[in-house]
């Protein structure tokens, strides 16, 4: 599908990100009400989340020594909350989806920290003979790009189709500046050296194939194994072995509210 996109699309194909799934989100829920599993900040993170914990269960232990003593308590249990900002977090991580917007102008570019994991990815992966490369002209999006790039393609397809492979303005990960499409934006980008290398090593640097396969009913959007998003390694860690998308991993919807 996203390569008969692809050849619609031609000149903004490289923009086709952040786009769309067939399947409807398996669940609804309102915002801020979501339940989650803990996301820790421990290295090695044994614990897959459940997706639909009924009742909240209390952090493992209070009484038992932390392993540093610097840290400031026991971790919260995450709970998605709408910062001043207008931007929906959990703990440090800004959530995009079709559910959770972005206020205009929340960034100007791309995120410092997500720049120099990017590089330090791209230096390894040419260290094992992989060349990864930004597409798109950058990883972020301006309000107004990606208003212009939705708006076109709801006046090429109508706006329900344009729903099914872009973002609205304000919903897409670009607009965050901590994503970042590599090397080839289309589906026939799947199981090439470079895709299997990002699979494999992302994580290591903070990075989550965002939209993975098999998914597209929690993200509401097509598999993009060329789309990545820094998250930080402790996340990326803990998503990559758990095996959820970002969704499942926090329990919360993609679906716009119309
Ligand atoms: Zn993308």
Known sequence: MARRLAALALPLVFLLCACAGPAAPAVSAPPATTQ?????????????????????????????????????????????????NGAWYIGNTVIVNKTYGLPPGWADGEDP????????????????????????????????????????????????????????????EHQTG???????????????PAALWIEAHCAQYGFIVRFPKGKEAFTGFIYEPWHVRYVGQPLAAALTESGLCLEEYYGLTSEYQE
Request: cysteine-free; charged content about 15%; aromatic content about 6%.
């Open 113 to 172: 920290a997500a720049l120099a994991a990017l590089d330090q990815m791209i230096a390894a992966a040419g260290a094992d003979g992989i060349r990864l490369f930004v597409v798109g002209g950058g990883g972020f999006r301006s309000d107004e790009k990606q208003t212009t790039l939705y708006n076109n393609y709801v006046a090429r397809s109508g706006r329900a189709a344009a729903d099914t492979y872009s973002a609205r303005p304000g919903h897409s």
């Open 178 to 192: 901590l994503a970042f499409d590599l090397n080839h934006a289309a589906s026939s980008f799947e199981g090439t």
């Open 36 to 84: 989650a599993p803990p996301a820790t900040t421990a290295p090695t993170s044994e614990t897959p989340p459940a997706t639909t914990t009924a009742t909240t269960e209390a952090p493992p232990t209070t009484t038992s020594a932390p392993p540093t003593t610097t840290t400031t308590g026991p971790p919260a249990i995450p709970v998605i909350e709408q910062r001043e």
